[in-house]
C-alpha cells in the first residue's frame, strides 16, 4: 500500500523473523523554533514565538504473502510568547495490510485519501478488494476529521463510500467511479458521485475529474489535466477547475453563525432552512492556467504561465452579509532557471510575476540561487522585490524580502537548519508615519532513523 506521500530513505532493519520476511522501523524527529516580529512594535516585539516538535515513526513487516505497515504522525506546538495557546496534531495513525495473492488490503486508524470522493483526513477504515486482474473495488468508512488539531474522532459527522477501480486498459486507460454519503447530526452532509478519467502515453496525458453532488443536485468539482509533450525538451500544460469552494456540505452552514454545530442550529432552523444557507456561503470558483516549459540545454531552461480566475459572489442570509464576486483575475508568470551559474554545484531562478485583480496590480521579482559545498553545507538565498498598486485608493506600495536559509547536514542521518528572511515595506501599519519592518527566524534540527 502506497502512502500519501514519499518515506524516509533512512531504514532500520530488526533482522529476519523467519526465511522470506523481514522486519523494518524508520522515522524522523524535529524541532524547531519560530519567531516572528514586528520591528515597528516596540510594545509587543514579537508577534509569534513557539517551538514545534513533530514525530513520524514508520514500521514494515513483509513476507512472500502479506505486507503490513504502519504509521504515526504528528506534531506539538508550545507557544513560547505567552500569547498563543499550545496546539497538538495528528496527522496520521493508522495500521495497514495486504495480502498478496488474494488481493486484499485494509488500513484502520486516522488516514488521509485525496479520491473516490473522499475530502482528505478521517479516522475510520478503507478496505480494497481486486475482483478480477482489472477491476477492484474499495470500501471506506468512517468519521471526518477536517483539520489535525482534531484529536479525538468526531462522531457527529461520518461518511459511507464505494468506489470502484478499472485499468489499465488498453495499456494508456484507468478508470474510477465512486459513491459517498456523509452525515452531521443526524441529517445529510454531503451526498455525491463522480469519476475519474486517466490516460497515459508517452507523449500526453489527461486526468478527468466529476463530482456531482446527488442531494444538492450540483456539480461540486469538474476539472480536466492535460500535458503534452511537444518535443525532448518542451512541454505544455493546462488545468481547467470548476469547484464550489469550499465543498459543498450542510456543514457549510455553520459559517458566521454564533452556533458551533448543525445540531443547535436545528433548534431554531428546520433542515431545509440549514440547507439554504449552506448553499448562500457556498460560491462557485473557476480557474484556467495554460504552462510551457522549454529547456535549451543541460544548464537552462524557461518556463511561463498564464492563470485566469473568478469567484462568484454571496447572498446576504441568516445574519451573514453578502459578499461581491471577484470578477476576473489575471496571473502571469515567467521563469528562468539555470544551473552552474556561479559554481559547479548551484541553481539558480529568475522570475517575475503580475497579478492583475479587481482590487489591487501587484509586480514581483525574485532571484533565488541553492548552493551545495561539499556534502554538508547547503546555502539557499532569496531575494523578493514587489510593487502593488491598490485599486481602491490609489496607494502604491513597495516591498523588499531578503531571506537565506543554512543548512548542514552533520552525519547522514542528523541535519541542523537557519532560515531567517526581513520584510521591508514603505506602508504605514498602525504607526503614523513608520515604514513596515518585519522579520522571522526559523532555527532547529531534524533526524532521521
Do not use: C
Not at 4 to 10: A, N, Q, S
Not at 35 to 51: E, F, K, L, R
Not at 184 to 196: F, H, K, M
Not at 235 to 256: C, E, F, H, M, V
Amino acid at each position: 500500500i502506497v502512502t500519501p506521500r514519499d518515506e524516509p530513505k533512512t531504514k532500520l532493519s530488526l533482522g529476519r523473523t523467519q526465511r522470506g520476511a523481514s522486519t523494518e522501523l524508520y522515522g524522523s524527529f524535529s524541532q524547531y523554533l519560530r519567531i516572528d516580529s514586528d520591528m515597528n512594535d516596540a510594545a509587543t516585539g514579537v508577534d509569534q514565538s513557539n517551538v514545534a516538535t513533530d514525530a513520524e515513526l514508520y514500521s514494515r513487516y513483509t513476507s512472500e504473502k502479506m505486507l503490513i505497515q504502519s504509521r504515526i504522525s504528528g506534531s506539538y506546538q508550545q507557544s513560547t510568547d505567552g500569547q498563543s495557546p499550545d496546539k497538538n496534531r495528528l496527522y496520521y495513525a493508522y495500521v495497514d495490510a495486504a495480502t498478496g495473492g488474494a488481493g486484499l488490503a485494509a488500513r484502520l486508524g486516522r488516514q488521509s485519501r485525496s479520491n473516490g470522493g473522499v475530502l482528505g483526513r478521517f479516522d475510520g477504515g478503507l478496505f480494497t478488494a481486486r475482483l478480477a486482474a482489472k477491476f477492484k473495488m474499495n470500501l471506506v468508512a468512517g468519521y471526518p476529521a477536517y483539520s489535525s488539531s482534531d484529536n479525538d474522532m468526531q462522531t457527529n459527522r461520518s461518511l459511507q463510500g464505494v468506489s470502484f477501480d478499472l485499468g489499465t486498459l488498453a495499456n494508456h486507460w484507468d478508470l474510477s467511479t465512486f459513491f459517498i454519503t456523509q452525515q452531521v447530526d443526524g441529517i445529510s452532509d454531503r451526498e455525491a458521485a463522480g469519476t475519474e478519467i486517466r490516460y497515459f502515453s508517452p507523449k500526453q496525458s489527461y486526468f478527468t475529474l466529476v463530482d456531482y453532488d446527488t442531494s444538492y443536485e450540483t456539480v461540486n468539482t469538474a476539472m480536466q489535466m492535460a500535458n503534452w509533450r511537444l518535443t525532448d525538451q518542451s512541454g505544455l500544460n493546462l488545468i481547467l477547475d470548476y469547484r464550489k469552494s469550499p465543498t459543498l456540505t450542510t456543514s457549510n452552514a455553520l459559517q458566521g453563525q454564533a452556533t458551533p454545530t448543525v445540531n443547535e442550529l436545528l433548534n431554531s432552523l428546520t433542515e431545509a432552512e440549514i440547507r439554504e444557507l449552506a448553499k448562500d456561503r457556498t460560491p462557485t470558483f473557476r480557474s484556467a492556467i495554460l504552462s510551457a516549459t522549454h529547456s535549451f540545454n543541460n544548464r537552462l531552461e524557461l518556463s511561463g504561465d498564464v492563470t485566469v480566475t473568478t469567484l462568484t459572489s454571496t447572498p446576504a442570509s441568516g445574519g451573514v452579509e453578502a459578499t461581491e464576486a471577484s470578477g476576473e483575475e489575471y496571473f502571469y508568470g515567467l521563469r528562468f532557471v539555470v544551473n552552474q551559474l556561479f559554481s559547479r554545484k548551484d541553481i539558480s531562478m529568475l522570475g517575475v510575476r503580475f497579478a492583475d485583480s479587481a482590487t489591487r496590480d501587484t509586480w514581483t521579482l525574485y532571484f533565488n540561487s541553492q548552493f551545495r559545498f561539499r556534502s554538508t553545507w547547503r546555502i539557499n538565498s532569496n531575494l523578493r522585490l514587489n510593487q502593488q498598486h491598490r485599486v481602491t485608493d490609489g496607494e502604491t506600495i513597495h516591498s523588499i524580502e531578503p531571506s537565506l536559509r543554512i543548512s548542514y547536514h552533520m552525519r547522514k542521518h542528523l541535519s541542523f537548519e537557519l532560515d531567517s528572511g526581513f520584510d521591508f515595506s514603505d506602508e504605514s501599519i498602525g504607526i503614523d508615519g513608520e515604514d513596515q519592518k518585519l522579520y522571522y527566524v526559523y532555527a532547529g534540527y531534524r533526524w532521521e532513523y
